[in-house]
């Protein structure tokens, strides 16, 4: 399969999974000492060839103003982890739970099992695009395999995109089951 397609379908479901809005989110590839990544403000569900932007991982060049101003999170992320590939994400459960704890700990059986430790949340002042989102994800991506920005939304990694929205939908799903959860705990008491 060749990288845009890579791209294209993993875009696409995050989008019809109700992880992004038409245009949020990013998502970046390792290759060697670049990045193939997401131009800035494009819509992940209809990425076009034009849309993926390579630029270099350890600095700026020609191309870094069209890459996704997420870039700087992207570049710590490969200078610092063997992730092979990183999606960015807003799933709107997570960024609710996000809001009242300081990790959070799936109820469900298959949450559990990808997530036995559960996921911490990072506090931050500036949450998009910040130097300080960069340095505090890395530490927890060399431990977990994707982490919450309070407020904010994902970031995952893996050896692929598939891999990053693997743990990004599941997550999400874990979310929404400790949502309908708890809503039936006020209803039946």
């Not at 890395?138 to 994902?154: A, D, M, Q, S």
């Amino acid at each position: 399969m060749n990288i845009l397609r890579d791209f294209q379908l993993t875009g696409h479901d995050l989008f019809i999974g109700g992880l992004n809005n038409s245009h949020s989110g990013n998502m970046s590839i390792r290759c060697n000492r670049m990045m193939a990544i997401t131009r800035s403000g494009s819509m992940l569900h209809r990425l076009e060839y034009s849309d993926i932007i390579d630029t270099l991982i350890d600095g700026e060049d020609s191309q870094s103003e069209l890459a996704s101003r997420e870039r700087p999170v992207h570049r710590a992320i490969y200078l610092h982890t063997g992730a092979g590939a990183v999606v960015h994400a807003h799933p709107p459960h997570l960024i609710a739970l996000s809001m009242h704890c300081q990790s959070f700990m799936p109820i469900d059986a298959e949450g559990r099992y990808f997530f036995a430790r559960g996921v911490p949340v990072i506090d931050v002042v500036n949450a998009i695009a910040s130097d300080e989102v960069a340095a505090k994800v890395v530490p927890v991506l060399r431990e977990f395999p994707i982490v919450i920005v309070r407020g904010h939304g994902t970031f995952a990694i893996g050896s692929s995109l598939e891999d990053g929205f693997h743990y990004t939908s599941s997550l999400e799903h874990s979310a929404r089951i400790a949502f309908i959860n708890n809503q039936l705990s006020k209803t039946s008491t």
